[in-house]
């Protein structure tokens, strides 16, 4: 089976670039705008037609897209995460190739949900950020482009390489700091939020099964357990062996975090929620924090139903948090 990669490059793309890559039956091609890319090309600027060209000459069965922007502004996003897809389906419907389409979708298209719920796929989407109107955007080209696709709504990733300004990033960055410095407190922003966190090594397991399948639709990938950032926290701290006191700052008000200190600021301090370049209006007037929420614009609460998954895809997750967060530390460890 001869699958083409978009993406390959990225958090999401390397290690279903491993995953297939142990697959003796694939023939893997990686297409990007990185120097290491078996073909370069941006799918942002490039024309379906050079695109069509490419596939009628590889003919893949299988096209995977992970390729995408998590930060920027809406034109960003939407030129990164939109257009690219529509670039990708007018690709595959113009070749000749007949490939299946399996596109990377995220849970910030669902936006903020009860707690207590789980997300089935079935939800009507209501993404809290331009981020995620440009995957959901994304999702919907894929839906109505007659091709035999699939979107697998991926939860929130984590395990070895989790970026250093996600969340969980944030949290094992502001850990090792105060580590090395010797701080017997790490004081902690934006942990009242609960979220469902899938091993990126399983995500990949993901994708390399629904290559596989007649799966068509929306399928979501998650544990369908939620957990809250502040036992993460807690979490972490044990297998890095941090014996320090673990002090949050916020107070939950109206469903978001408050009180977001300086990431710089002496003391241990730290956020998780997305970073700040400079100081609010309220904080250099000396006015009560306004609520700043967690960065995907989804509430204090996701977790996802996946029965979908299990029953179409075949697929579980095997990987436990405790076991992520340790492979979070030991890189973390590495700067120490």
């Given at each position: 089976?001869?699958?083409?990669?978009?993406?390959?490059?990225?958090?999401?793309?390397?290690?279903?670039?491993?995953?297939?890559?142990?697959?003796?039956?694939?023939?893997?091609?990686?297409?990007?705008?990185?120097?290491?890319?078996?073909?370069?090309?941006?799918?942002?600027?490039?024309?379906?037609?050079?695109?069509?060209?490419?596939l009628d000459a590889v003919h893949p069965g299988v096209v995977i897209n992970c390729?995408?922007?998590?930060?920027?502004?809406?034109?960003?996003?939407?030129?990164?995460?939109?257009?690219?897809?529509?670039?990708?389906?007018?690709?595959?419907?113009?070749?000749?190739?007949?490939?299946?389409?399996?596109?990377?979708?995220?849970?910030?298209?669902?936006?903020?949900?009860?707690?207590?719920?789980?997300?089935?796929?079935?939800?009507?989407?209501?993404?809290?950020?331009?981020?995620?109107?440009?995957?959901?955007?994304?999702?919907?080209?894929?839906?109505?482009?007659?091709?035999?696709?699939v979107v697998l709504r991926i939860f929130s990733p984590v395990g070895p390489g989790?970026?250093?300004?996600?969340?969980?990033?944030?949290?094992?960055?502001?850990?090792?700091?105060?580590?090395?410095?010797?701080?017997?407190?790490?004081?902690?922003?934006?942990?009242?939020?609960?979220?469902?966190?899938?091993?990126?090594?399983?995500?990949?397991?993901?994708?390399?099964?629904?290559?596989?399948?007649?799966?068509?639709?929306?399928?979501?990938?998650?544990?369908?357990?939620?957990?809250?950032?502040?036992?993460?926290?807690?979490?972490?701290?044990?297998?890095?062996?941090?014996?320090?006191?673990?002090?949050?700052?916020?107070?939950?008000?109206?469903?978001?975090?408050?009180?977001?200190?300086?990431?710089?600021?002496?003391?241990?301090?730290?956020?998780?929620?997305?970073?700040?370049?400079?100081?609010?209006?309220?904080?250099?007037?000396?006015?009560?924090?306004?609520?700043?929420?967690?960065?995907?614009?989804?509430?204090?609460?996701?977790q996802a139903d996946v029965r979908t998954a299990r029953d179409r895809l075949g697929?579980?997750?095997?990987?436990?948090?405790?076991?992520?967060?340790?492979?979070?530390?030991?890189?973390?460890?590495?700067?120490?």
């Open positions: 089976m001869r699958v083409l990669l978009i993406g390959a490059n990225g958090y999401l793309g390397r290690y279903v670039a491993d995953r297939l890559l142990a697959d003796p039956a694939v023939q893997l091609t990686a297409l990007g705008r990185g120097d290491d890319a078996d073909v370069r090309f941006d799918l942002a600027t490039g024309s379906p037609g050079a695109l069509t060209r490419f390729a995408g922007a998590t930060r920027g502004g809406a034109r960003e996003l939407t030129r990164h995460n939109t257009v690219a897809v529509a670039t990708i389906c007018e690709s595959l419907r113009r070749s000749g190739c007949g490939a299946r389409l399996v596109q990377l979708g995220c849970a910030a298209e669902y936006g903020p949900s009860q707690p207590g719920s789980s997300t089935a796929e079935d939800a009507v989407p209501r993404p809290g950020g331009p981020y995620g109107v440009s995957k959901l955007a994304a999702t919907e080209l894929v839906l109505g482009s007659g091709l035999d696709a989790t970026p250093a300004g996600s969340p969980l990033g944030r949290l094992a960055e502001a850990m090792r700091r105060a580590m090395q410095s010797g701080d017997g407190e790490l004081k902690l922003s934006g942990l009242g939020v609960q979220r469902d966190f899938v091993d990126v090594r399983d995500v990949a397991r993901a994708v390399h099964a629904a290559s596989l399948s007649a799966a068509q639709g929306v399928v979501n990938i998650g544990t369908g357990r939620a957990v809250r950032l502040r036992d993460a926290a807690a979490v972490l701290a044990r297998v890095a062996g941090y014996g320090g006191a673990l002090h949050e700052l916020d107070v939950p008000h109206g469903g978001a975090q408050q009180g977001h200190p300086h990431p710089g600021r002496p003391g241990g301090l730290a956020s998780i929620g997305a970073p700040r370049s400079e100081a609010t209006a309220e904080q250099l007037s000396g006015a009560a924090p306004q609520p700043y929420p967690y960065p995907d614009g989804c509430g204090t609460w996701q697929w579980r997750p095997r990987i436990n948090l405790e076991e992520s967060l340790a492979d979070i530390w030991m890189e973390a460890a590495c700067r120490i």
